[in-house]
């Protein structure tokens, strides 16, 4: 298969383009975090935070659910480098 080539210096794998993490930051799998936060306890923390969403939407504890997914979307949102 073939796919556009990646800009601004990243590399492809398949149709994801893959950039480098900016300078003061440490790559976290895809991410890039702070160099002060600690890759293992940000991934616990949004596991932690998928499995009550999922524990309280089993239970049908509505409000519980809705700010779990709050506290999920919160932690999801990453923002886009400044780079490209």
Not at 27 to 38: A, P, R
Not at 39 to 54: M, S, T, Y
Not at 63 to 80: C, F, Q, T
């Amino acid at each position: 298969m073939c796919y556009p080539k990646c800009e601004h210096g990243s590399t492809g794998s398949g149709p994801v383009c893959w950039g480098k993490c900016p300078a003061g930051t440490k790559e976290c799998g895809s991410l890039c975090l702070d160099k002060e936060q600690n890759c293992a306890n940000f991934l616990a923390e949004d596991v932690k935070a998928a499995f009550q969403l999922v524990t309280d939407a089993a239970a049908h504890a509505t409000v519980g659910s809705v700010i779990d997914l709050a506290h999920l979307a919160e932690d999801m949102h990453y923002p886009n480098c400044g780079s490209w």
